[in-house]
């Protein structure tokens, strides 16, 4: 049975998550004296902090904590409720872009998540990418398995052993060892707090899931009983450093110490969040690591009233998160939107249908806000029960892209595509009649931002041709009080993607300029300052040059392209990553192939048939993809025509394999749904 208010709980652990590492992360891997030295006990955020020598300021980041943690789950949207270990590593490889996102990428050896990584795209299958005989122990036994569990183990409510078995499953794609047995009690932590309410009982039952002769199984007990007995809190931290601390396990950051940090924050606070959040956090070593683990359990624990304790927690970060991965349009989300999409694999686990809620943005889980802020104006923005209140004048809007703020994001890489395009049209229920919807995109090079309002009072507004440059934010221009129930959007674009008109050509052409960074660059090369839009470039494998969002179904995407030195180029449609589309290939200077990639090391052919082509000819590519039908034609000619059900939605790419393309300009055009029935 689970809860009633299970997708309540499920928001509350993401937003524990989230605000967690946020509040940890500026000053991950100092030490407690440095900690208290510097800042003191740790009871709010303290990246404002700019006398300091912080990680960095800001405070909604990327950060590899929050990436793995719900990027990694998609495995149960792709592979069903009980992935493999292969299965997840299979996710991996889809949905990670290498050097860039979801990982720390510290190298073979050094990072053990960088080290499965690069043995699963060397062929080697989870679970033997992560295990100790192929990775040593020190590298195996280091402290990620642990903190990217939490999204999995949400979706196995009140089962602390179901959640335990399936993170061991995903655990063991890159550790291994005791690192394991500390993943299975962290899941188990968090599956279990949706049922019970005695912090004791709870973490009992936890350690009956790992071996009684286990490392991770006497840490617990040593830490249990001291906070049994120590009165002060950092008494117990004390003898965790003098017994487990990092001079004991090596490694960059070994799973014992910092597991032992959990622990003790979740015993010592018995499940409330604030006293939880000074323990882990002023303890030191990987804090925002630490923290996350410790912010679910307890989100999940104490709900939403639990975070009401201490300070305001969740009016800065206002629900943003940020999850960069191959699937560019997932990038830029929030916590209930995650937290959704986590109650949905779990309904499914339980047999149950999903509870999807009909708009985008439907602000139902209690004092969500999701992404909206005010800009501008002396307008506030509540949730009173189900809707968002602009209480006065302003411009509240909320990110459908990469924000001016978040563009030079530290250590890790923030890729993303748009959720929101030309030719799609917004539609919001609005309370009250003083207001337009208005949205924001890039407008050149400098990547100032241009806004575009909509007629005052209409609900219903179709984005206008923003002469192919990025939407970066949405929302209402209120000349006064109103309420906001919902606002939602649907379907495939009418929008032709390429160079904005003011873009820069030539030598100091940016290549950060925002219409570039739309795309999700999975090739080796793709310079500015060519005189085509899209000469990209594949040395080794295949490239993929990436945009659009999984909510895409229905539509045809058609480019040009001119293939230079190349083993295969082509189009690619519905794609979800590195290895899930649908592409039409010019391949082998010889025939024309239309393939589907479903994991795996290399596509199928759905079909194929002789087509002589030539390197410098320019050849016009069409997909077409409706329901299970897929239609290819190459310069208006209908080659293929089949059915297939593998993959019924994603966005589009431009293709290269082993050479050199060039394309000046993709189109995506809807199909009506009369025309998909």
Partial sequence: MLPTDYEERVYAGVLGKVIAVYLGRPFEGWTYERISRELGEITDYVNDRTDLALKNHLLVVTDDDISGTFVFPRALRDHGPEPTSAQVGDTWLNEILEGTSVLWWGGVGNSTEHTAYLHLKDGVRAPESGTIARNGIVVAEQVGAQIFVEGFAMTRPGDPEAAADLVERAARVSHDGESVHAARVVAALVAGAFSETDMDRLL??????????????????????????????????????????????????????????????????????????????????????????????????????????????????????????????????????????????????????????????????????????????????????????????????????????????????????????????LRAAVRGTDFRLTLAHYADDGDALAWVDGPAGATEWTVPDLGGQPVVYVGLRAGGPVELESLTWAGAPTVTLTR????????????????????????????????????????????????????????????????????????????????????????????????????????????????????????????????????????????FDVDDTALHCGGIALLVEQGRTATQAVQITPIPSEDSA
């Fill in 500 to 639: 904005p008109a003011n873009g820069h050509v030539g030598h100091g052409g940016d290549p950060g300029a925002m219409w570039r960074r739309a795309w999700v660059k999975a090739v080796d090369r793709w310079d500015p300052h060519w005189p085509e839009p899209f000469r990209i470039v594949q040395n080794r494998g295949t490239g993929l040059l990436i945009q659009g969002a999984r909510e895409w179904q229905d539509y045809t995407v058609t480019a040009d392209v001119t293939p230079h030195l190349a083993e295969a180029t082509g189009l690619a449609a519905r794609v979800q990553g590195l290895r899930r589309y649908y592409a039409l290939r010019l391949a082998g200077r010889d025939r024309v192939e239309l393939v589907r990639h479903l994991d795996g090391p290399a596509p199928v052919v759905l079909a194929a048939r002789a087509y002589p082509w030539e390197f410098g000819e320019t050849h016009q590519l069409a997909l077409r993809v409706t329901c299970s039908r897929l239609t290819a034609l190459v310069d208006g000619e209908e080659l």
């Fill in 204 to 425: 009992d039952v936890a350690v009956g899931l790992i071996p009684a002769d286990s490392l991770i199984r006497r840490v617990i007990d040593d830490v249990r009983s001291w906070t049994a007995t120590d009165p002060e809190w950092t008494t117990t931290r004390a003898r965790i450093d003098e017994r487990y601390g990092y001079h004991r396990y090596g490694g960059n950051c070994h799973v014992v110490p910092n597991h032992a940090t959990v622990i003790h924050a979740v015993a010592r606070s018995r499940g409330a969040f604030l006293p939880a959040m000074t323990v882990v956090n002023t303890s030191g070593w990987d804090t925002d690591s630490n923290a996350g683990d410790v912010g679910a359990i307890c989100g999940v624990f104490g709900g939403l009233a639990g975070l009401a304790d201490g300070p305001d927690w969740r009016g800065p970060i206002a629900d943003r998160m940020y999850l960069p991965s191959t699937d560019g349009g997932s990038t830029v989300t929030d916590a209930a939107r995650e937290a959704i999409t986590l109650a949905g694999y779990g309904r499914a686990w339980a047999g149950e249908a999903a509870r999807e809620p009909a708009a985008r943005f439907h602000f139902a889980l209690p004092g969500s806000v999701q992404g909206f802020t005010v800009l501008d104006g002396p307008a506030q923005i509540t949730n009173p029960g189900g809707r968002l209140a602009i209480d006065g004048a302003g411009t509240a809007v909320t990110p459908t892209f990469i924000p001016p703020e978040a563009r030079d994001m530290p250590i890790y890489g923030l890729i993303a595509s748009p959720t929101l395009y030309t030719g799609q049209t």
